[in-house]
């Protein structure tokens, strides 16, 4: 038995403070021992039927299907739900019966990473969560192959009070690259970095790239996004998603970077979900493929800053950078073509065709939805398609034309 699970032997587990911008759960102060920790439940692929599939977005997660009750009885109140090597857990909770005052966790196992929901499921004073207009509802997910599920309840045994009966677990990077056969992006010698190894460099590009979030779409697909305008509002592209139930089934997670050069290091940064739907493009996806839409707790976010949108064309020529999570990867900016000191990302034809404008500045499946900005760090360009030496982004001033009157552009 590891010692996260040794450490479960505890019904309260004793949370560390988050700085990741995440809620903080009070520390019992009567913590019950139990005679044994919690074992992980078994689990099984859920039918293909289930699993996530959406053209030209990345898939990073399988569901699984997992019993888990939890009841009021002593030895019944916590859960270990696991996947070996998996990279987040998100858990679905079928059922929830609790009484005032009883609230369930799900937390890492070190408890750094922590979302309280009770019987309400109140975002403004537990943590926010998505839907998929099933019963029941989704946890938002923990970084790790480890969720820890406790019921905090002073209750006598009442039969099963909250029941898991699904749970996403994501892929790791050879997954990914196994599940996602995809045309070539990445053109000639890949030159992305972390985020943060140009916070001293380039201080402005990794600024604006703070505004870019990882998207979590339903639990299993994977593609960026970002904060647009001086109000609540995120745009990404159509084909990542386009439907209400599909921005209620997502969460957004920003912050998701690497704290040090190379250090595959990255906190759990902070998560909110999809709220309102406001407006998605007409045509294909070689088209303009945008989806404008807004969060829940939109106050967490606001720090991260945001981005605006260029209102005329740009030139042939111009110099360019992509921050994303392409591959589902912590944060990464694409400023040069193929390597560090040598020639900038610049846009290769500023008229590709109708829509589209097209570079050769690194990208990979995830980094669908990414804003592509000037050496003014305006987006001039919604990237969307692959295809080395021509990667295209859909024209971000026709994108403005379009949702001018939705949007605060500064």
């Not at 099984?44 to 039927?49: I, T, V």
């Not at 002593?74 to 857990?89: E, K, L, N």
């Not at 590009?205 to 979030?213: K, L, P, T």
Request: glycine share 10%; hydrophobic share 30%; charged share 15%.
């Amino acid at each position: 038995m590891n010692l996260a699970l040794r450490r479960l032997r505890t019904a309260s587990v004793a949370l560390a403070a988050c700085t990741l911008g995440l809620s903080l759960l009070p520390v019992s102060a009567a913590a019950e021992e139990y005679p044994a920790a919690p074992l992980a439940p078994q689990s099984q692929r859920a039918p293909e039927s289930d699993q996530f599939s959406a053209e030209g977005v990345t898939t990073i997660g399988e569901l699984r299907i997992v019993d888990g009750s939890l009841s009021a009885a002593g030895d019944s109140r916590t859960q270990v739900i696991q996947h070996p090597g998996a990279t987040y857990i998100k858990v679905h909770f079928s059922s929830l019966q609790l009484a005032d005052g009883d609230y369930v966790t799900v937390s890492s196992p070190d408890g750094k990473e922590s979302h309280r929901y009770d019987r309400h499921l109140n975002r403004a004073t537990g943590s926010d969560y998505t839907t998929d207009g099933q019963p029941g509802f989704w946890a938002m997910s923990v970084e790790g192959d480890t969720a820890v599920v406790t019921l905090h309840s002073s209750r006598p045994s009442r039969g099963n009070v909250a029941t898991v009966d699904r749970f996403w677990r994501g892929y790791d990077r050879a997954e990914i690259a196994r599940h996602n056969p995809s045309t070539q992006s990445v053109c000639s010698t890949d030159a992305r970095r972390d985020a943060v190894c140009y916070q001293s460099s380039h201080p402005t590009e990794y600024a604006r790239g703070r505004a870019v979030a990882r998207l979590l779409i339903s639990g299993g697909g994977l593609c960026t996004t970002w904060r647009i305008g001086n109000t609540n509002r995120m745009l990404t592209n159509k084909h990542c998603f386009s439907t209400q139930a599909q921005v209620s089934g997502s969460e957004m997670q920003f912050n998701y970077q690497c704290a040090t050069c190379g250090g595959a290091n990255p906190g759990a940064g902070t998560k909110v979900s999809g709220a309102t739907l406001y407006k998605v493009s007409s045509g294909g996806s070689n088209q303009l493929d945008y989806t404008l839409y807004s969060v829940n707790n939109f106050a967490n976010i606001q720090s991260f800053g945001t981005l605006y949108l260029a209102t005329t064309a740009t030139t042939t020529g111009t110099r360019i950078y992509i921050p994303g999570h392409g591959d589902g990867s912590p944060k990464r900016l694409s400023i040069y073509e193929d390597s560090q000191g040598g020639p900038t990302c610049t846009v290769r034809n500023a008229n590709y065709n109708t829509w589209n404008i097209s570079y050769s500045c690194d990208t990979s499946g995830g980094n669908s939805g990414s804003p592509v900005l000037n050496a003014n760090h305006q987006v001039i360009a919604l990237h969307h398609l692959g295809g080395c030496p021509s990667n295209q982004g859909a024209k971000a001033h026709l994108i403005y034309n379009e949702i001018a009157s939705l949007i605060d552009n500064g």
